[in-house]
């Protein structure tokens, strides 16, 4: 996780092993590198997912992707992307 620029984590369907990593990114002060996504298919759940795990810190913007992996805010989703990708671009 530290190693990388953007983290991008799916909440549709969080388990043992996604809820791990998400309690890492909180105690390791890395959810500025996070993006998060979520399936159309689970996009009523989402409030749910991000109350339990998300409580104590603000809540994250959510990209919802459908059921083909496109992404319904493409350009802000990329947009938000690139800001992360930015300063490694610089120092390439």
């Given at each position: 996780?530290?190693?990388?620029?953007?983290?991008?984590?799916?909440?549709?369907?969080?388990?043992?092993?996604?809820?791990?990593?998400?309690?890492?990114?909180?105690?390791?002060?890395?959810?500025?590198?996070?993006?998060?996504?979520?399936?159309?298919?689970?996009?009523?759940?989402?409030?749910?997912?991000?109350?339990?795990?998300?409580s104590q810190h603000a809540r994250p913007f959510v990209?919802?992707?459908?059921?083909?992996?496109?992404?319904?805010?493409?350009?802000?989703?990329?947009?938000?992307?690139?800001?992360?990708?930015?300063?490694?671009?610089?120092?390439?």
């Amino acid at each position: 996780m530290h190693s990388c620029d953007v983290v991008v984590i799916d909440l549709s369907r969080v388990k043992t092993g996604t809820a791990r990593e998400i309690n890492e990114l909180h105690k390791r002060d890395l959810r500025a590198r996070c993006m998060f996504v979520v399936s159309e298919d689970h996009q009523a759940e989402i409030g749910e997912v991000l109350a339990q795990h998300f409580s104590q810190h603000a809540r994250p913007f959510v990209y919802v992707y459908q059921r083909n992996g496109q992404l319904l805010d493409k350009q802000q989703f990329s947009a938000e992307l690139m800001h992360h990708l930015q300063p490694a671009l610089v120092q390439a």
